[in-house]
């Protein structure tokens, strides 16, 4: 006979731990951290950037260096110096003048924060002369927010940190405050409402699936002890979610080996007359003889039914 094995574990210490978690969990929503990059940092990473240069249609664009105005209400104001002349390429070179002309190109761009590196969102785009090579402007667009600022703090961590607010103080120190992504804070949660899950689903499959079935839990019917899913009911009530998957587990392995037990007695019934009808319509003085069968029980089809209250 198979033995029922229940899995228990340390209620209070699983439930101290849940709300442990769900105050962490909460407490993250209002944490915040500050990160700032002094001028010279950010001096130094548009310096590593330059000379920007751009060869479209037959000009070259050079830009020669970067220089930061004014910053006021988040919005840094700078001039590029830059020159554009007939590049090689053209294939009207010799009738141009080969005479490169000076470019003032004044920029104003607020930073943003892309992944774990801080880059600049053009605004507005000025030159001191008529420029109709909208290519030349489109990649010099292009060039001027690909300036990006690496941030070796959240080089491991920028995947679940949220931008709070990004702004320059009045030193022109950059200053960024950061705190946990809300998102990953959502997906966690459910995590902690397994438990409830587990029984909802459990509800479902009571409600609406176990009665339109056409057999009974074996595992019940066996033992008398109460079906899977009342078993693992009990356990995610008492002892949460793991507890109960693992009493599921067991209580479906369970079921499989009553299922199995249920079908052997099933056919012996099905194969065997009975003792007690052996023993009494085997004797000679009923006019029959049972004929034993290769497991020992009786083959009730080799025998004539006797009255049993004649003998």
Not at 126 to 137: A, Q, S, T, Y
Not at 245 to 274: H, N, P, V
Request: proline letters at 3%; glycine letters at 8%; one cysteine or more.
């Amino acid at each position: 006979m198979l033995t029922i094995k229940v899995i228990k574990g340390n209620v209070s210490v699983l439930n101290y731990l849940r709300y442990f978690i769900v105050i962490v969990l909460l407490g993250l929503l209002f944490y915040t951290y500050t990160i700032t990059i002094e001028p010279t940092t950010l001096k130094t990473a548009i310096d590593k950037k330059l000379p920007m240069k751009i060869d479209r249609k037959g000009f070259l664009l050079t830009v020669k260096n970067i220089d930061i105005l004014d910053i006021s209400n988040n919005v840094v104001h700078s001039k590029m110096n830059a020159d554009i002349k007939v590049s090689s390429s053209n294939r009207f070179g010799k009738f141009l003048p080969k005479k490169s002309m000076h470019l003032h190109i004044e920029t104003e761009t607020i930073p943003k924060l892309h992944g774990s590196a801080v880059s600049f969102e053009l605004l507005s785009f000025k030159m001191n002369r008529f420029i109709k090579l909208k290519e030349v402007k489109g990649i010099l667009k292009k060039k001027i927010e690909n300036i990006k600022i690496p941030i070796k703090k959240l080089k491991y961590t920028a995947w679940f940190a949220s931008v709070k607010g990004i702004k320059f103080q009045d030193n022109g120190v950059l200053e960024i405050r950061l705190g946990i992504s809300k998102l990953i804070i959502l997906l966690l949660l459910p995590l902690l409402l397994l438990r409830k899950i587990g029984l909802l689903l459990i509800w479902i499959y009571q409600k609406f699936i176990s009665p339109r079935k056409k057999y009974k839990c074996a595992k019940g019917e066996l033992f008398q002890d109460g079906t899977c899913s009342s078993t693992t009911k009990e356990a995610f009530k008492k002892y949460g979610f793991i507890t109960g998957i693992k009493e599921y587990k067991y209580s479906t392995k369970q079921c499989k080996e009553a299922y199995k037990t249920l079908k052997k007695e099933e056919r012996r019934d099905a194969t065997s007359c009975g003792a007690e009808y052996c023993s009494s319509c085997g004797g000679s003085s009923c006019g029959g003889d049972a004929v034993g069968s290769s497991t020992g029980a009786c083959d009730c089809g080799a025998i004539t039914p006797c009255d049993v209250a004649s003998c």
